[in-house]
């Protein structure tokens, strides 16, 4: 089949847990099916030269876009911010609205019959499902709408919270249109899929899991260090930062009176500037931007922390520690979506206290600790691993080009293939 992925972030390098799911599941397939990757970056850098050049050598012809996202900061984008209140999309949706890929989209079309389209993001289905002939798989890596609902649940700034509770009214309606326009949506855990069924009406829902590279994953090896903690994610997504402001306000205060020589390091794309500051005034601390490989820390680290309070999908970091064999200490919204249990796979705390005693009980203990990611291990090689999932979408799209019924009326496609 001729499948074309459209993508609002160029996926490569693989920084993020969206672009390590777009691109594993695509070289996956890439020797099964002909791929067009559409995809919107911003100027021509090393980067996309890269990224071209790596999916040609993969197989995957790449049509990349060079359409910069307006910036996130000054005068102008609180300007946009402002303007956005008499819009029925959401921000987010408004400005990720771009006429160059739009263009490029329609051209793939009219050169060659395409039996899939696949979206990763729901703003360019919802705008070119009418222009485009086939069906349309919407990649759903989250349910955008339960992101904003716990953004406005933590939120304490009143004017800030009337703000997200707006855009969370808006992403409601926008999810709700767009989940019944795809011919098929694809959500990366049985709980998204409930979700989008019973809140959404979404009718035509499978389930493909977030996944990971177990081999890759598997083979580093390192000495532990026995007081080192581990965070790991983009720096750059705003879940991410909310969770690291928890950690260093809150956990952390609870964790170096007890363990003096704990020692926390931070891994990741894009850290703001507020995360630098910080950083150079805890010596406790370190960053490490923007890493080629985080297998290195993965294998040195005693566990890694995942203290999210809001989020959706499932995080792939904690796919990573575990095919690592490193112990997970997380939330429960962080660990949400996965056939992971707490006390069996991963420990769980949710308030700074909960979260502070189980660090340090498994920094204590690490005996225990380290038989619980063992088992963890076992999961994620059984069900978590990128080929079967491949697999799982092969299906899919399968059967959404043959206009075959969903592998699952209930949202259990995971068991379907």
Known sequence: MHVAVIDPDVSYPPTSGKRLRTLNLMLKLADRHRI??????????????????????????????????????????????????????????????????????????AESPVDVWQFEWSSYLMRLAERLPGPKVLMAHNVDSLIWQRYYEVETNPLRKWYIGRQWAKFRQFERTAFQQATRVVAVSDNDARLMQ?????????????????????????????????????????PNQDGLRFLLDDIWPLIVPRLPDARLTIVGRQPPEWLLDRVQSDARVTLHANVADVRPYLASSAL?????????????????????????????VGAEGLAIEPGQHWSEGNSASEFADAVIQGLQDPVSLQAQ?????????????????????????????????????????????
């Not at 029925?88 to 793939?108: F, T």
């Open 304 to 332: 890694m922390v995942v203290p999210l309070r809001i989020g959706g999908g499932s995080r792939l970091k904690i796919l990573e520690a575990l095919a690592s064999g490193l112990p997970v200490v997380s939330t429960r």
């Open 36 to 109: 067009t990757y559409l995809a919107r970056a911003g100027e021509v850098n090393n980067d996309t030269q890269a990224a071209e050049a790596f999916l040609k050598q993969h197989g995957i012809r790449p049509v990349i876009v060079h359409d910069p996202l307006p910036t996130r900061r000054g005068l102008r984008f609180y300007g946009r911010l402002l303007g956005n209140l008499g819009a029925k999309c959401p921000y987010s949706v408004a400005v990720h609205q771009s006429r160059k890929l739009e263009e490029a989209i329609l051209h793939c079309a």
């Open 198 to 238: 019973s809140e959404f009406g979404a009718h035509h829902v499978d389930v493909v899991d977030n996944g990971v590279d177990c081999d890759f994953f598997g083979q580093h090896t390192s000495q532990r260090h026995p007081r080192q903690i581990l965070f790991l994610g983009a720096l750059d997504w705003r």
């Open 373 to 417: 990611a063992s088992a963890g291990r076992e999961i994620v090689r059984r069900q978590y691993d990128w080929g079967t999932l491949a697999d799982r979408l092969d299906a899919i799209w399968k059967n959404c080009a043959t206009q075959a019924p969903s592998l699952s009326a209930e949202p259990a496609g995971r068991n379907a293939t």
